[in-house]
Every structure is written in C-alpha cells, then in structure tokens.
C-alpha cells in the first residue's frame, strides 16, 4: 500500500508540468502528504507538503514557481511546477503519514533541460 505518482518528464527551461499523487486510501486519513526529491548523492528534501492542520509548506527555492493542491474527491495531491530550472532536476516522490506510518511512492523523474 503506497501512494502512486505520475506526471513527470521531460520539459525545457521555464517549462511547466503537474504531478499528479494519488494517496494509498481516503485522503481524510491522511496526518500528512506531500512532495520530495531527491538527485544522486545527495539526501532527499522537501519540496511541498499539506501539513497536519492543512496548511502548506515549501522549500524556499520553490516558492512562488510551485504550487501544491489536492482533490479529495480523488483522494489526489498534485504539484504544480511553473518557471522549471535545470536544478528542479529530480527523482519526485509522493509521501504520505498514515496512521503514524510513512509512505513513500516509487518516484517520477522531472527533468529540465537548459
């Protein structure tokens, strides 16, 4: 049981894409989910979260370029990601925290080209 994401791909500076997350079961379970990534060598960071209370946090060098949304209908976050650098490039993960366990999705590649 894991979050499943897509949307990922290829896209040229300044480019956009949407990812898309859909969550293991009913989003209103959900303590916390959000957006990760992570490029080789180096850790995984945060790049966008709906925090417990359903307030939002981003990583400093996305903010105003990325914006994070759900659908509970769909039990879907999303990230929408404007304004794409060479340095967005990244294995994205899904993450959610479920009834005090973390879940992480396999990952969708985002890759900007300069």
């Known amino acids: 049981v894991q979050p499943v994401e897509s949307g990922g791909g290829l896209v040229q500076l300044g480019g956009s894409l949407r990812l898309s997350c859909a969550a293991s079961g009913s989003i209103f379970g959900i303590y916390q989910m959000g957006w990760y990534r992570q490029v080789p060598g180096k850790q995984r960071e945060l790049v966008a979260v709906f925090t417990s209370d359903g307030s939002t946090n981003y990583a400093e060098s996305v903010k105003g370029r990325f914006t994070i949304s759900r659908d509970n209908a769909k039990n879907t976050v999303y990230l929408q990601m404007n304004s794409l650098k060479p340095e967005d490039t990244a294995l994205y993960y899904c993450?959610?925290?479920?009834?005090?366990?973390?879940?992480w999705g396999q990952g969708t590649q985002v890759t900007v080209s300069a």
């Open positions: 993450r959610e925290i479920r009834d005090g366990y973390i879940y």
